[in-house]
């Protein structure tokens, strides 16, 4: 994985070397291994590379094609690049000057075209190529979003970067606040695709190519669409569970084979649930007899910390395990840097362990591969079984808007002895840590209207955020792509999720962490061909009898036993509520002083004292709230704002 950056204004104005300098600067964290620049007609490429593929100079960025007429620079690796090499050397010689995936992705642009690549390259990927010969430029993102690309083309040009702190050293760039992005962050705890934070900058969505040529208009158009795949595995669902198992196991171990090709030091994040189970599990086979490096982080409190069965996994696969338990030393550095160390706010809390497994595992390896994805893929998520259970039980309830009202009025106790009373469904559904600890928020989901509201509301902080925001009215920005007919409540769950959570927080959130210490994350659970075999499976193979991802654990069973398999899924949730009021207290009542919020002009004031004021006598129900005002404080802090 590397950082990538350009202007290109080929007669609307003069781009210098000190503004591409200081754009790359603000990457160097993402490539920390050799920077390079290229400018040509007024169009600029520059690359900050994290050698993982050909280590030698001859994989250096920005690359230009042996015809001359493309020049690339690349974010991200092409797991298939052997094979598309094979394919571009059956039409003719070519001059290879190295090994590396990017000169193989170069090459079969220049045969295939970008759209051709595009349809044959299997990766993880942002990039940008520009056409020397056409003066047409192209930026384009991997199928689900792994790797992250921003753009503007204000001022008649097309500036891009990595990451938005490289764009807010380019020139020209209106970084004023778009309302609709941060009503989308207070409400969801991310900002998806297209949006950014700033109004002149735009987020490449996943899956997207953009062309771009001086006068013409640019818009992203999609290059592959998660309901194609959707639509052609309802057309070919899968009848035999058995056959299902052991063709998943086939996908999966391919993905995995495919996934740890690299010229440095791999290891993998384990953290003992199904999924990172898994992809060890199918590494350690593919290695033996050598120890493949893992890495877990713990929790001093009891039901937040999974460092047990982690290791009870790594212990049973024979890997070389590192482990570390998070410290308070640790909370306390991490959290007030945090508005530096991301480009746009950002409010998942389980982000500081993501940054201290990945500064962890930095110290041994340059590669990882991750679990994420197969809560998406195999249906994972408490909620997925549990928000229409828990619609069911609630729909037909008399008055239940008038009662939620009441309910979140009442004191915590007497809340939790009513719903206790009335569904005890709401308290093992809440108490499980998926969603939040407190039925104080279960109060709140009685007043939704429908199952998708009622789904809505589970994944929401601020269900109005336009009370915290001033001079913004109520939004509700469109960014979702349009859904495929579902029948049944599991798979539309799944597609909503797939679309927006996953790239908007869990890829995201892997994505800067890792790269916030030069670590590149991989994630074979979402391969092109393991997704597409994801969506053959109906909902009774994802999930059977309360059991959630259920196929994926028939193919563990053939690497583990049974009782480091069926444990409750945990999450990968952070004792937050603790943090804020105990280490961190000090720090997050300076951040949410109303005279610094008055000051600043962006939030109002009355409704975030009110929130802190019930947080601190005890309601971590606001959790999310809380946390998605320290991440925007934090990141206002560091910009000076």
């Known amino acids: 994985m590397c950082g990538i950056a350009g202007v290109i204004r080929p007669t609307g104005g003069r781009t210098d070397q000190g503004v591409m300098a200081a754009m790359l600067a603000a990457l160097r964290h993402r490539g920390p291994d050799d920077e390079g620049m290229w400018n040509e007609d007024g169009a600029w490429l520059g690359h900050r ?60 642009i220049a045969r295939f075209g970008v759209a051709g690549a595009l349809d044959r390259a299997n990766g993880m990927f942002a990039f940008a190529v520009w056409d020397r010969q056409a003066h047409v430029a192209y930026l384009a993102r991997d199928r689900f979003g792994e790797k992250p690309l921003y753009y503007s083309t204000q001022g008649g040009g097309l500036t891009f970067a990595s990451e938005l702190t490289a764009l807010e050293r380019a020139p020209g760039l209106c970084l004023d606040l778009d309302g609709d992005a941060l009503t989308l962050f207070f409400r969801y705890g991310y900002i998806a695709a297209p949006f950014s934070v700033y109004l002149g900058v735009r987020k490449l969505p996943p899956g997207c190519l953009l062309c771009w040529s001086e006068g013409a208009a640019a818009e992203p158009a999609p290059y592959w669409r998660l309901g194609d795949v959707v639509l052609a595995g309802q057309k070919r669902r899968l009848i035999d569970p ?20 690299a010229d440095v030091p791999l290891g993998a994040f384990l953290s003992g649930g199904i999924d990172s189970s898994v992809v060890v599990a199918m590494m350690q086979s593919i290695s033996s007899p050598r120890r493949v490096r893992t890495f877990t982080l713990g929790f001093a409190e009891s039901e937040f910390d999974e460092a047990d069965q982690a290791r009870d ?26 508005g530096e160390m991301l480009d746009e706010p950002f409010a998942d809390p389980s982000q500081i362990p993501t940054l201290l497994i990945s500064q962890m595992a930095r110290e041994h390896v340059k590669v990882c591969l991750t679990g994420d994805g197969g809560d998406e893929m195999f249906g994972g998520y408490v909620r997925y079984d549990g928000v229409p259970r828990l619609w069911r039980a609630i729909r ?21 002895t009513v719903l206790g009373r009335l569904e005890p469904l709401a308290r093992e559904y809440t108490s499980r840590g998926m969603l939040g600890p407190s039925l104080r928020r279960a109060a709140g ?41 579902f029948d049944n409540d599991l798979e539309a769950m799944i597609w909503r999720d797939s679309v927006d959570y996953l790239p908007g927080d869990i890829l995201c959130k892997v994505d800067r962490a890792s790269m916030a210490h030069g670590l590149e994350t991989r994630v074979p659970l979402l391969d092109p061909s393991v997704a597409a075999f ?59 002083s109303p005279a610094l919020i008055r000051r600043q ?41």
């Open 49 to 108: 590379r994290l050698s993982i593929i050909d280590l030698s100079a001859s994989g250096r960025q920005p690359m230009v094609s042996a015809c001359g007429r493309y020049v690339i620079v690349l974010n991200g690796e092409i797991y298939n690049h052997p094979a598309l090499r094979l394919e571009v050397e059956a039409l003719g010689s070519i001059p290879w000057r190295g090994r590396s995936d990017c000169e193989v992705l170069l090459e079969t």
């Open 445 to 485: 989901w009685l007043a939704a209207g429908s199952q998708d509201e009622l789904y809505e509301l589970t994944m929401t902080a601020w269900a109005k955020p336009e009370s915290l925001l001033k001079a913004h009215g109520p939004r509700k920005p469109c960014w979702r792509p349009p859904a495929p007919a």
């Open 242 to 261: 058995s056959a299902a198992v052991e063709e998943l196991d086939r996908l999966l171990r391919e993905a995995v084979r495919l996934q740890m090709v």
């Open 601 to 641: 002009g962006v939030l109002n004031p009355e409704p975030i004292a009110k929130t802190w004021r019930r947080y601190q006598a005890g309601d971590s129900s606001l959790d999310h709230k809380v946390w998605s005002l320290l991440m925007f404080q934090s990141w206002l802090a560091a910009r000076g704002r």
């Open 534 to 592: 994801a969506w053959r499976a109906p909902p009774s193979m994802k999930i059977r009898g309360g059991e959630t991802k259920w196929l994926l654990r028939q193919v563990l069973r053939r690497y583990l036993p049974a009782r480091l398999i069926d444990r409750p899924k945990m999450g990968f949730s952070v004792p937050l509520h603790a943090w804020l009021t105990g280490d961190l207290r000090d720090w997050a009542q300076s951040l949410l």
């Open 313 to 338: 996994v790594a212990r049973h696969l024979d890997t070389d395990h590192t482990e570390h338990r998070i410290r308070a030393a640790d909370v306390r550095s991490i959290a007030p840097a945090l």
């Open 396 to 416: 037909r309830a008399p008055l239940r808007a008038p009662a939620a009202k009441a309910l979140q009025l009442l004191p915590l106790g007497l809340v939790e």
